[in-house]
């Protein structure tokens, strides 16, 4: 009797129809569900004689078994075809695109992702510092004497200490620990040359490093001066680095980015953490050369300052002058970035107007 009904209902199993969701719930009422016709047979198994009872009851769970593979088969099926059936078959697939409008790429990070791809090519690898500096950092370790005007509260955002803070923020300034000196306070970093320190005194030599970053300095607002702007630092130090690789580098970045027919001089400047230093003028490319009042008449526009790593920048960073050398420079996104996309007015830049930023290339 028990056998008859498990070979009817093993026949009904294997040859049911499965085709759409009504008969896939019925199957599955009707043999997996708690009151289906299979929940019938293992409640009748109580019935069965004491020595047939365990190969019976194989015999079901085997049938069980095989009524759930069939179903999950046949609804997995079911779920395939419904993922690639069109989620509405009355609409027309070959209708055009309606224009969704994303946006553009700040001209600055334009020029700032060009300039470390040029550097990336010939080996330096990106590094970043904090916008929040100490004085070692920004200045003293830069070689700048005590009382430089560039620390004067006019150009500098100093950041007014947090008591409770003070002690924790200071530890680790290798220049404060060092000497003992009373805390002095944390500022904005006027320059990128913050992160050069932090290169020379945490990574092993020889270092290649591009170091890009926003800068702050009290300056009023105006078409070519901003309280807060981007440079790109550089340093390569290593053993015998010389002022001719320092130029062969800016040469090779100034034709990289503007093209070959540029002119580029070098003018012999100051800056504390450098000697020798020197500017780099490149040939005006709104003008071309021929005087306009973004070059002041001169024909040339400076793009960033350089130089040999002052000895004592070396040392204050733990770095052997004796043996060792190397160049820096820092560069103005900015400025780049006017001359390349003809940009008068610096304001441009954070106004956010869309008119301005559209012209830029699109995401
Ligand atoms: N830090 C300088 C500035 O902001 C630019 C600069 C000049 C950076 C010479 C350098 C350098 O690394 O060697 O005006």
Redesign the pocket.
């Known amino acids: 009797m028990m056998q008859e009904s498990i070979a009817a209902l093993t026949a009904e199993i294997t040859t049911a129809e499965l085709n759409n969701p009504a008969e896939l719930d019925a199957f599955r009422i009707s043999y997996l569900g708690r009151k289906g016709r299979l929940a019938d047979l293992f409640d009748q198994l109580k019935t069965v004689p004491a020595e047939d009872k365990r190969a019976v009851g194989q015999q079901l769970n085997t049938l069980k078994q095989q009524a759930q593979a069939r179903f999950d088969e046949a609804q997995q099926a079911a779920e395939a075809a419904a993922d690639n059936a069109p989620a509405n078959p009355d609409f027309d697939y070959s209708l055009p695109v309606v224009p969704n409008a994303l946006g553009t790429r700040h001209p600055l990070s334009l020029v700032r992702e060009e300039m470390l791809r040029i550097f990336g090519r010939i080996g330096f690898a990106v590094a970043e510092g904090p916008e929040i500096e100490d004085d070692w950092h920004n200045f003293t370790a830069l070689n700048f004497p005590e009382n430089h005007p560039a620390r004067d509260m006019q150009d500098t955002f100093f950041v007014a200490p947090v008591s409770h803070a003070a002690g924790a923020a200071n530890a680790g300034t290798t220049g404060e620990a060092a000497t003992g000196a009373p805390a002095l306070p944390h500022l904005l970093r006027?320059?990128?040359?913050t992160v050069?320190v932090r290169v020379m005194e945490t990574e092993p030599l020889p270092i290649r490093r591009v170091m890009p970053g926003r800068?702050f300095r009290n300056e009023a607002i105006s078409a070519r001066a901003h309280m807060m702007f981007h440079?790109v630092?550089g340093?390569f130090i290593d053993e015998g680095v010389s002022f001719a690789d320092l130029k062969q580098t800016v040469y090779y970045f100034v034709q990289e980015l503007f093209g070959a027919d540029i002119n580029i001089r070098f003018r012999p400047s100051f800056?504390p953490?450098?000697e020798p230093?020197a500017e780099i003028d490149i040939t005006c490319l709104i003008c071309k050369g021929a005087g306009c009042n973004i070059c002041k008449y001169s024909g040339w526009v400076e793009i960033?300052?350089?130089?040999m790593v002052d000895p004592a920048v070396l040392e204050n960073a733990g770095i052997d002058p004796e043996k060792y050398s190397g160049y820096?420079?820092?560069m103005g996104i900015e400025r780049i970035a006017m001359l390349k996309y003809q940009i008068k007015d610096l304001r441009l830049f954070t106004e956010n107007d869309m008119r301005f930023l559209r012209q830029f290339e699109a995401l």
Do not use: L, N, Y
Not at 190 to 193: A, K, V
Not at 304 to 307: N, V
């Open positions: 006027t320059h990128t040359s050069q800068v440079q630092e340093i800056f953490f450098t230093s960033g300052g350089c130089g820096a420079w820092g």
